[in-house]
């Protein structure tokens, strides 16, 4: 595997990829890689060659009260990790190489970015929708792999990749579990042992929604209560958000007549953790499919 440092080393090796007739795939992260990572890159294996990461840890998505100092930077692990994958290239720049001084650009996608995730961490999707743009900009990949986990993060991506009529193929890929259930995140390593042991509550709500949803239910207040009572039962876990949205616009809904998502947001102490499942009706019979 090849570590690339700077922008223009990395168009150069795109370009040369480009011009044998590639097919280039695409991992960004920020690094503190886990299964669910290199489960993107064993995806994007499958479809192209080279197999193209990089790990920047993006500033402009967090706030001001939130984790960049603390957000864990493992680059010799996660370089090892990635090798091990099958990655070709590395992308591996500093911040000053992405944002130079004097930068003053940034992307919004309007509506989708305001609400759940945006509602909670003002400005985090304007960093997000930037650096993304960036990244897929200087790599220019034929497919770009993303976690279903951040399904908010993943809908604004590809809405800005239709609307700036980006080459990339956005690819939205199954979240990995640990074996207890809980969605596998960086954040993770911040859990106490007490923690970890109660955040298996988010999928366990998310389980329950979906006995329900098995049992006929198509209201999504009854469901959003189903989700809540078991949420507010554990001591340890404090809701920021649970719903019922569209999966395309990202709006509360009042019944599940097309494919949605019930999402949630919960601090376990000063850690927040995300987790969705994903619901789509089939044909006219009302049946769901689920993806949790």
Known sequence: ME?????????????????????????????????????LVQRAKQDCSPVIASIFVNPKQFGPKEDFTKYPRT??????????????????????????????SYVTVEGLSDRLEGRSRPGHFRGVATVVLKLLEIVQPDFAYFGRKDAQ???????????????????????????????????????????????????????AAKAELAAGTRDSLRLQTVIRKILEAEPLAAVDYAEIVDADTFEPVARIARPCYAVLAVFMGKTRLI??????????SGELTYHL
Request: hydrophobic share 45%; net charge negative; charged share 25%.
């Open 75 to 104: 680059i010799e692990a996660d370089s090892g990790k990635f090798s091990a994958a099958g990655v070709d290239l590395l992308f591996l720049p500093e911040a000053t190489e992405i944002y130079p001084a004097g930068f003053g």
């Open 3 to 39: 570590t690339i440092r700077t922008i223009d080393w990395m168009k150069q090796a795109a370009r040369q990829a480009r011009a044998e007739s590639r097919i280039i795939g695409f991992v960004p992260t920020m690094g503190a890689l886990h299964a669910g990572h290199t489960a």
């Open 153 to 207: 993060q993943v809908r604004i991506i590809s809405q800005m990749a239709r609307d700036l009529n980006l080459d990339t193929e956005i690819v939205v890929c199954p979240i990995v579990r640990e074996p207890d259930g809980l969605a596998l995140s960086s954040r993770n390593a911040y859990l106490s042992a007490e923690e970890r042991r109660a955040a298996t509550v988010l999928h366990r709500a998310l389980t």
């Open 275 to 284: 987790d969705n499942l994903y619901l789509e009706p089939v044909g006219d």
